[in-house]
């Protein structure tokens, strides 16, 4: 199922006159405070974000799980949905695998698959959480941590699969969460089971590339409810500088104890160049991996704004804007996959749009002279712009659609795969 250019061109054409009304008063605005719309829409552009293989179909909960119909299943068909995610929005250019759930079969026909829908290989990820079939030992006590060095070692073993996989279709980083942890106090030796993690990423870390990084993601909780070997960014910072100047940490906004001021870690990982990359979702209680920015989306707007502040302040290159990993990690339980994304890279790119708009140099006077009312003027008045205009301008450019999700739904694009595909097929993942 491929969208044709000329079904976005006669798509658009209906809507561009009101489109380029809307752009020319935003442009016109930020024109007299000194702003470059056409400049920001570049920036706009280049600003890809991975879309997780194990993101496409129905998401569930350990209640149950409805399905959409027409899921993709396997890789091939996962490929073709992020393809159709990048035709109609053009900003989802990257895939991030999951493995075992999405081994390539034929790594060359699948990277050649991908390049012919524009899409990249982002980073890969272990899964050490799950026991697999034909599987020696068992992760129910640990991975990474376990106690028992021949656990350690298979866990080990695959981590560096995981790398072979991605050096194969082009990937340059590895991401490892691990649910490692316990249910009950006493169960762990907190301070032994740090220093096993630690050995045992060390031991991955030889196995990386040169050129590739690795991520280290934390949580607080969850699936383990007492404690969680690496339960906070602390101790990604701690295990990451342990394993050298290739590793850093990954930060999934879901993973955090509720209230935590997640803009302020971001700064400081960047202050300390050890950023690497994200996992956006967003929630209300726990890691509910909801849409992007539907719950708080002036959060989202505060991180974005320390990532333009950090990424300008530092002339280090490690810290621009296509050095860091950017992903969606969320589930999609009543919504339909496709269209919950498409949301979701709306909300990313929406923060990064207004983030961009914040007088830098005012703010940084307002900071100094301790002026509390102008900085949240500052802040408020971009967050508070309405840059859907930027948004539209960047797709039209590109030659995807003004408006994603109403094509969407106008091509009637989820019952052509349920014709495709079947009503009962079903995604890998959680
Ligand atoms: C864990 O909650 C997590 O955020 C990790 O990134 C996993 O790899 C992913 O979700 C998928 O289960
Ligand atoms: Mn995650």
Redesign the pocket.
Same mark, same amino acid.
């Given at each position: 199922m491929n969208i044709q250019p000329a079904q976005i061109a006669d798509f658009n054409a209906r809507l561009e006159a009101d489109h380029r009304e809307c752009y020319a008063f935003l442009k016109l605005q930020l024109d007299k405070k000194g702003i470059n719309a056409d400049e920001l829409v570049e920036k706009i552009q280049d600003f890809q974000v991975a879309i997780?293989s194990?993101a496409l179909g129905a998401g569930g909960t350990r209640f149950g799980r409805f399905s959409i119909g027409g899921e993709p299943g396997n890789l091939e068909q996962k490929i073709q949905d992020i393809g159709i995610l990048h035709t109609l929005t053009h900003s989802a250019g990257a895939i991030s695998l999951?493995i075992p759930w999405d081994i390539p079969k034929d790594a060359k026909a699948i990277q050649e698959l991908a390049a012919s829908h524009d899409i990249v290989f982002d980073a890969v990820?272990s899964?050490t959480?799950q026991d697999q079939q034909n599987q020696p030992f068992s992760y129910k006590f640990g991975s990474l941590c376990h106690t028992d060095k021949a656990v350690r070692e298979q866990a080990i073993q695959h981590n560096i699969e995981v790398i072979e996989h991605g050096k194969a279709l082009g990937s340059k980083s590895i991401?490892i969460?691990l649910?490692d942890g316990a249910s009950f106090p006493g169960q762990l030796n907190f301070r032994k089971a740090l220093q096993r993690t630690l050995d045992s990423l060390q031991n991955i870390y030889q196995y990386l590339p040169n050129d590739w990084k690795l991520f280290i993601?934390y949580?607080p909780y969850?699936p383990n409810f007492y404690s969680t070997v690496i339960q906070d960014w602390g101790t990604s910072h701690l295990l990451a500088t342990e394993c050298g100047e290739k590793a850093y940490c990954?930060v *999934?906004l879901?993973?955090h104890l509720p209230n935590t001021n997640i803009e302020q870690i971001v700064s400081t990982l960047i202050w300390r160049n050890k950023l690497g990359g994200f996992?956006f979702n967003d929630s209300k209680y726990g890691?509910d991996?909801l849409t992007v920015g539907s719950i708080r989306p002036y959060q989202l707007f505060l991180i974005f704004n320390e990532l333009v502040e950090g990424m300008s302040e530092t002339s280090n290159v490690k810290s621009q804007v296509n050095n860091f990993a950017w992903m969606i *990690?969320a589930s999609h339980n009543v919504k339909d996959p496709l269209e919950d994304l498409m949301q979701s890279l709306e909300a990313i790119r929406l923060a990064y749009a207004q983030a961009l708009l914040v007088d830098r140099n005012t703010l940084a006077e307002a900071q100094e002279t301790n002026d509390v009312a102008r900085v949240q003027e500052i802040l408020q008045d971009a967050y508070r712009t309405d840059v859907r205009p930027l948004l539209r301008e960047a797709r039209w450019r590109n030659g995807a659609a003004l408006e994603p999700i109403e094509l969407f739904r106008k091509l009637e694009i989820r019952n052509l795969l349920i014709q495709e595909r079947g009503f009962k097929t079903v995604a890998t993942?959680?």
């Open positions: 997780p194990w999951h990820n899964n959480f991401t969460w649910s993601e949580k969850e990954l *999934d879901g993973h996992h890691d991996d *990690d993942g959680l």
